[in-house]
């Protein structure tokens, strides 16, 4: 059973950092992209980042310049750094993985999301 484990999460003060961990298991067989979204409350759920098939990062204009994303491919792992921490970044942070290549099974799932991590950010 694929399983996505998230950490890093917590309270920081503006301007501080914090650097969010997902690692990915289960997965056989199949290539993935592994990418952060987040929901604040009332609002609807988010893109943050991703790594694509080919290792190229792509983030939502509001965290250009502030977050980075990495992946430890040995540890199927996805990190996020997240940097200059502001307010409205507060939200619980979400892991996902959306499968690149190979065929959809229970082991390769098309898209499949972790439980979160809550980040949040006092003026």
């Known amino acids: 059973q694929v399983q996505l484990v998230e950490s890093g999460g917590g309270s920081v003060q503006a301007g501080g950092s914090l650097r969010l961990s997902c690692t990915a298991s289960?997965?056989?067989?199949?290539?993935?992209?592994m990418s952060w979204y987040r929901q604040a409350p009332g609002l609807e759920r988010e893109f943050v980042s991703t790594?694509?098939?080919?290792?190229?990062?792509s983030y939502a204009a509001s965290v250009k310049g502030r977050f980075i994303i990495s992946q430890d491919y040995a540890k199927s792992t996805v990190y996020l750094q997240m940097n200059s921490l502001k307010p409205e970044d507060t939200a619980m942070y979400y892991c996902?993985?959306?499968?690149?290549?190979?065929?959809?099974?229970?082991?390769?799932?098309?898209?499949?999301w972790g439980q979160g991590t809550q980040v949040t950010v006092s003026s």
């Open positions: 790594i694509d098939g080919d290792g190229r990062p």
């Open positions: 996902k993985t959306d499968l690149w290549f190979g065929a959809i099974t229970p082991e390769c799932p098309s898209a499949y």
């Open positions: 289960g997965y056989t067989h199949c290539t993935y992209t």
